[in-house]
């Protein structure tokens, strides 16, 4: 499978990647790479394969210095010494770092609480970080909610630095920080003159231009259920997409499925969707919207989908008999083409 193939969206623009192309003809060329846990491929539109090269080599680079400030998977990031310090006393963070954990922050209060950076307990204990997967005991996942809260956060904007409550608060940038790492991606290419490019980070992207044969990115939105490859097409131009769904990382126990994003206030992984599309002006709000509107359910999703100017949404929630329901926020009417494959597979409907 290729990496925009392992991706949650699938970029439907057609690669050239043959020399039948002249170096004078401008095409689509993909650079992929492993970053961050997962699969990352900078698609450029370009007249020069090998200069192409050296123009995203510092897009690539971005991918592993963010991974290098925000991974939870290793003790050397900014991430792993906050977690280690913070609740000794306030920790000075990194500029970069404050700066998505203040965004976090925010997306947070905005939703409700769905959207919640200590979440890192609940994720550890389900063995959804560090492994193994399983489903543990209420008493068990009791016992790491005391620890789950923005409350039991001191965070200085003005000084930059962040302290803990208790012991045992730890913070998760995973729901946004791809996302950041990709806006960063994106703002490197156009440092360097490039004005037709697609950036994307396990189906995180956003969309620089166009490719050469068309007047927008194509982008195909994964079926949940990995049916077909895609289930509808979403044209993409100078803004970012991001989904989320519980097929990316799950646990299954005596016939039920349990996905990876937690509820932070439930302490349970969240139920009521599938997936969850959004589109918005960075990769950065799409990833940690696309997260918050999974969360919050059907019903408070569609609210707070129709409520913000800024973010439109596509959530898929689970039917009876194979057929699934994809609501559209009525905002992407003129966009949102459901693929003719998924029509026995999906019901439309507008909100």
Known sequence: ?????????????????????????????????????????????????????????????????????????????????????????????????????????????????????????????????????????????????????PQHLMYDSAAQTLQFDRKNVRIDLGGIA????????????????????????????????????????????????DRILYFARLPLSEQAISTSGKYEQFVAQDGRTYGHIMDPRSGRPAEGLIAVTVIAPTAMEADAWSTSLFVLGPIAAKAKAKARADIDAVLVTPGSAGVDTVWVEASLKDRFTLDDKAKGMFQLVWF
């Open 1 to 149: 499978m290729t990496a925009i193939a392992r991706g949650t969206l699938l970029v439907l623009a057609m690669l050239i990647l043959t020399g039948a192309a002249s170096l004078h003809t401008r095409h689509s060329v993909g650079y992929p790479i492993r970053t961050m846990g997962t699969y990352a491929n900078i698609t450029l539109v370009t007249a020069d394969s090998a200069a192409g090269q050296r123009l995203v080599h510092a897009a690539l680079s971005e991918f592993v210095r963010v991974d290098s400030l925000m991974s939870n998977w290793t003790q050397t990031s900014e991430v792993a010494r906050i977690n280690r310090s913070a609740e000794l006393g306030p920790v000075p963070m990194h500029a970069e770092v404050a700066g998505v954990v203040d965004a976090a922050l925010r997306v947070g209060r905005e939703s409700e609480g769905a959207f919640d950076i200590t979440v890192e307990p609940l994720v550890r204990l389900w063995g959804f970080l560090g492994g193994p997967k399983r489903v543990p005991s209420m008493l068990e996942i009791e016992a790491a909610f005391v620890f789950v809260g």
């Open 178 to 225: 791809k996302g950041h790492a990709v806006d960063r991606a994106a703002a490197a290419l156009r440092n360097a003159g490039v004005t037709d490019a697609l950036v994307d980070l396990s189906g995180n992207m956003f969309a620089l231009g166009s490719p050469a044969t068309s007047p927008t990115w194509r982008i195909g939105v994964r079926d949940p259920r």
